[in-house]
């Protein structure tokens, strides 16, 4: 494989199939400021590198499996819900104070072919008494003990849908997705905690492939949420016109002429992601797939810590983590223009339709 093929292969990590700007990306990753941009693009660059002792890795990975392939796994709690709903600060706060977890870290970008055999050789234990930092940039962390969302991993078991976002679990594909969190758990010896934002739309067949599997879908207050998505649309497609994260298509297709601020399909596909996660919840049980409120979580997060403690890890009622203070969260205008429209929209949806008088006989009628 030539170095460019390997840069490409690397890059796909970090830079979805949607994406159709990737160097505009990097240059506005670089000219963000954000400490999780800039180490995304270093362990792009780290992991090419790296590639000849993950190809290595790899002939004991598979050993490694077979030896474990039998030992005691689960639960696996995994995180989901609508892209920039705070899916990855849940995901850092949980990893953070769940002692009892293990989480796909950032170095395993590096060694997407031995994950495996990585996390037990590099995992290293948090640092008691050091202040959590939660920022991240569009899903992406800082710092190779960091949680990942593993696209890494995630890209090889999960296929591309009509938008091009990874929506599509095959059976081979839930096959070997079971495989690597039931040897991953058994390796590391605790439950497992993980990330994919798209699993609001697939859950049902994870939880089917995979046995004792709970999940957490974020939601957050729509307008924020709009207005995010839209931000993300420039930032990360650099096209304000092309959708940023799970989406209805047909919707897409309808509003792809209106010249306007995609301000009513950002809220049809946020309309349809609600609709998918009250669909999964309603397929695997209230039980066993939450879904909980951002603003909620922000507020008061040790109660979702306490309530995963209780109700998933069986933790006992005294070894109870310390509460936690709120977090401040990000709902707040930052584009005028945009979140004007936003409300304006929110309003006019909910004014009630005018009927006709047509309908309002055949109601009356209806009633008699």
Known sequence: MSFWSKSKQALGRFIPSHVNDPIGLIRRMLSSNKKAASFTLWLTGASILATPIDWVLQRFELRTRQ???????????????????????????????????????????????????????????????QKPDYENYYGKTAGLQSPSEANHLWNQ??????????????????????????????????????????????????????DNTYF??????TKFLAQSLIKARLEINGNIKQS?????????LKNE??????????????DFLNSLAKEQQEKIGSDRFWIVSYEEFCKNPSALIDKVNTEILNVNETAKSVPLPPITHNNRCTNPEIFQQIENELQRRARPKPQNSDQKVEAHYETK
């Open 244 to 252: 940023y994260g799970v989406t209805n298509v047909q919707n897409e």
């Open 157 to 210: 078991w999960v296929d591309v849908d009509e938008s091009d976002f990874r929506t599509l679990l095959t059976p081979e594909g839930a096959a070997k997705m079971a495989e690597f969190f039931n040897c991953f758990s058994a390796q590391q010896g605790k439950p497992t905690l993980s990330k994919n934002n798209n699993l609001n739309a697939f859950a049902d067949r994870v939880s089917s492939s995979l």
């Open 216 to 221: 957490i879908c974020l939601q957050r207050e």
């Open 257 to 270: 002429g209106d010249p306007a601020l995609p301000v009513v399909p950002v809220l049809e596909q946020i």
């Open 67 to 129: 030896k474990i392939r039998s030992g005691q796994t689960g639960p696996h709690i995994f995180i989901c819900g609508p892209a920039r709903s705070g899916t990855t600060l849940v995901y850092q706060v949980l990893a953070n104070n769940l002692d009892n977890v293990s989480f796909i870290r950032n170095f395993t970008v590096a060694f997407s072919r031995s994950p495996i055999v990585a996390s037990r050789l590099f995992t290293k234990q948090s640092s008691t008494g």
